[in-house]
């Protein structure tokens, strides 16, 4: 950019940058102009890269306990003849693994306590394919889930119950016996074999794995499943892969895709990543206002300086072009000091969320409201360079008319009353 303005140019636009005793109110309004591009690029950064973190930790976590393609059946009594539908749906291009899987809602109780959990009963093997759990269990939670019969819980659910791996917890079911005095409910107490943190708080306060057969025998499935999870290895790329599971299955199954199941819940981080980009760039916004009013005001004052140096020889756009440089380069300043703070800040973002609860005693990033552990943060190259140029752009164009106030100046006039 410098490579289009003189030596002469950049000089004199650098001294109107520089504080002078004579425009001090000037400098100071600057300065603001300057702290409030830096701000509101290094916040916009910041927050951008926090959602961005957010959404691919959850999408991320769902999609690692869930199957990317859904097959229930619209039967009450499940999918009958589920492995050989596994086998045609495994012959698929991109499909990685079909896990069968018996789904039911159970209220799980001890030490007087009780909270409603979710049955999700599986094959020992098919843990594997659910990569967050799989990777927070060890070989001996495995195999008490698969020798023992044993149950797999959340961490939270553990701490809410009391209880640990080796422990027991009771199971009830409305899905009961009927007999001569009504539907009794079924109830059994269930080994711990091991309790599970995938870092997700829905899944780890009310989540409970549980062996297939054992599941298909306490929840009334005989001989069948209630659905089908397929884990492809494009899940971005979904739409092809559902129309051809929908022709494999027929009509007697339904199938849904991950998006579908999480439809509104993507809608709404969407919806709320945009709606933050417009408010923030207000503050950019606003700066840039500061620099119109500092920039007016600077060529207010040195009506003279310009005069002389028309008279000089300077033209009309030597002139712009010194008060665009010296307004562009608050921006200029601004944005490259916002982007180092915003990209610092996301970097190092847990550990400030940490000193900062510390120091307050106030509790910043609920798990149980926000879903996730910890405050991740994404930092996406194209979002940061769109945020650059942006705040660029606007300081630019901030620029322009008082700058080309100045060059319109006549020397008469201006010297006039000196």
Not at 13 to 18: K, N
Not at 31 to 40: C, D, E, P, V, Y
Not at 233 to 255: F, Y
Request: a positive charge; glycine letters at 8%.
């Amino acid at each position: 950019m410098w490579y289009f303005f003189s030596p002469v140019e950049r000089m004199l636009a650098f001294r109107y940058v520089r504080s002078r005793r004579a425009e001090g109110f000037i400098s100071v309004i600057a300065w603001f102009s300057l702290a409030g591009i830096t701000l509101g690029v290094a916040t916009l950064i910041v927050v951008m890269s926090v959602m961005n973190g957010f959404r691919a930790e959850l999408v991320g976590r769902i999609l690692g306990l869930n199957g990317h393609v859904a097959v229930y059946s619209k039967q009450a009594g499940g999918i009958a003849d589920f492995d050989q539908l596994a086998l045609k749906i495994t012959d698929m291009p991109d499909v990685i693994a079909v896990t069968p899987q018996i789904e039911g809602q159970v209220m799980a109780t001890q030490n007087r306590v009780s909270i409603g959990a979710v049955v999700r009963g599986v094959r020992w093997s098919d843990l594997a394919v659910r990569k967050p759990l799989w990777d927070s269990l060890d070989e001996g939670d495995i195999n008490r889930f698969r020798d023992e019969n044993g149950v797999l819980i959340g961490r939270e659910m553990a701490f809410k119950l009391g209880v640990k791996a080796g422990d027991s917890v009771t199971l009830t079911t409305a899905k009961g016996k009927a007999t001569a005095f009504g539907t009794v409910p079924t109830r059994r107490k269930f080994k711990i074999a091991g309790v599970f943190h995938v870092g997700m708080y829905e899944y780890d306060s009310s989540f409970v794995f549980m062996p297939l057969d054992l599941s298909a025998a306490f929840l009334g499935y005989e001989k069948s499943v209630s659905g089908l999870e397929i884990y492809v290895s494009a899940p971005e790329q979904i739409a092809t892969l559902r129309q051809s599971v929908t022709q494999t299955v027929g009509t007697d199954l339904r199938v849904f895709d991950w998006i579908d199941r999480n439809r509104s819940f993507l809608n709404a981080l969407r919806v709320e990543r945009n709606v933050m980009f417009l408010i923030l760039t207000l503050i950019i916004l606003v700066a840039t206002f500061n620099i119109i009013s500092s920039m007016i005001m600077l060529v207010r004052s040195k009506n003279a300086d310009i005069a002389v140096l028309r008279t000089m020889g300077a033209s009309g756009g030597n002139i712009m072009r010194i008060f665009l440089m010296t307004g562009a380069s608050i921006g200029i300043v601004g944005t490259f000091a916002g982007t180092v703070v915003g990209m610092l800040f996301c970097w190092n973002i847990d550990t400030i969320k940490q000193a900062i609860e510390s120091l307050s005693g106030a509790e910043l990033f609920a798990a149980e409201i926000y879903f996730l552990s910890n405050l991740p943060a994404k930092v996406d190259p194209q979002e940061v360079l769109m945020v650059v140029l942006m705040a660029l752009g606007l300081s630019f164009l901030a620029s322009l008319y008082p700058a080309w106030r100045a060059s319109r100046i006549a020397p008469a006039e201006a010297l006039r009353y000196e």
